[in-house]
């Protein structure tokens, strides 16, 4: 079996990072827009044979080290019984958003066996199809992401009328996102009971908080689902795109095994605050340059894995992939780090310019 991801994550010794990309089976790649023409983006996701063939597509055609179980972050809210559309050029809408108390009372509460079963069905398929070639990560949206979809019925670019309800409502926000953390801790934990040998948190719109909102609203309750998580026995990666300045305080409050960097954090920087943490770091090129030519993709790479450095860093986009990128760089990036190799020269030249401190253990 391809560990690496698995021994990165634990910051064990590996010779070149992991590598893996959000929305990795998705429409850049031919054969994933072969069968979206045939179904809606919702249907596949609860039709385990279609979400398995998808996640199983980048294994093969761009060599990732790494499965991601196809599914949606708003699967929750779905189980939790609000309608949920999502229409090509749209996006995710909720036609009846939650603006009351009543609105909440109408929850239901989540049975992740019961309500989201299609999925826990499509990560006992991967799990057999992948025969143990490489390691499958689950995932959900963390609270706060969640909540601001729920509220403002549909993804905006500042979800104002969301963040109006913790300026207004405030007991009312936090009795969404606490409830919404248990939902999303007790759905990863049942995604482990399916296979998933890695999950992650995805808190997409942390970036729309200022520090004490984050702080308040995000935070709390991101820590919640993540600990709730790490009951399941696996390595749980928490990412925050926007909320590189928390990385310290997201690092202590979740105890995640890994923290995504998306591409506004210096690796350096994303190093010197997580340190006293012992967490594993998961970034942070810029998706964007996946459009250069290929061989500029594989010096930028080679630019990124050098700075984060030895121990403890799983190769990644900043965010997810794009869908008009060309899969030949798609692959031109997964390349660049499957060549990486961490020579004695190369961990020397590094550690001369980092503290040693975050290289003991490592001879």
Known sequence: MNDLLLRALRREPVERPPVWMMRQAGRYLAEYRAVRAKSDFLTMCRTPELATEVTLQPIDLVGVDAAII??????????????????????????????????????????????????LEALRMTKRALNGRVPL?????????????????KGTKQFAVAKKMLFEQPALAHALLDKLATAVGDFLVAQVEAGAQVVQLFESWAGALGPHEFRTFALPYLAKAALRAREAGVPVIVFAP??????????????????????????????????????????????????????????RTHEMIAAFGPVGHVANLGHGILPDMKPDHARAFIDAVKEWEWTDERIAAHQAQTPFAQFAGIS
């Not at 992740?112 to 999925?119: A, E, F, N, T, V």
């Open 70 to 119: 196809f599914s949606d972050i708003l699967v929750i809210p779905e189980a939790m019984g609000r309608h949920l559309t999502l229409d090509e050029g749209v996006g995710p809408q909720f036609p009846s958003p939650i603006r009351s108390v009543g609105d909440l009372d109408r929850l239901n509460p989540v049975v992740p066996q019961d309500q989201l079963g299609y999925m």
């Open 242 to 299: 926007g909320g590189g300045w928390a990385m310290s305080e997201i690092a202590a409050a979740t105890q995640a095994d890994a923290i995504g960097v998306d591409w506004h954090t210096a690796p350096q920087d994303a190093r010197t605050m997580t340190d006293p943490f012992n967490v594993a770091l998961q970034g942070n090129l810029d998706p964007c340059t996946l459009y250069a030519p290929t061989d500029e993709i594989r010096r």
């Open 137 to 153: 990560i689950g995932f959900a949206g963390a609270p706060w992401t969640l909540a601001a979809y729920m509220v403002e019925g």
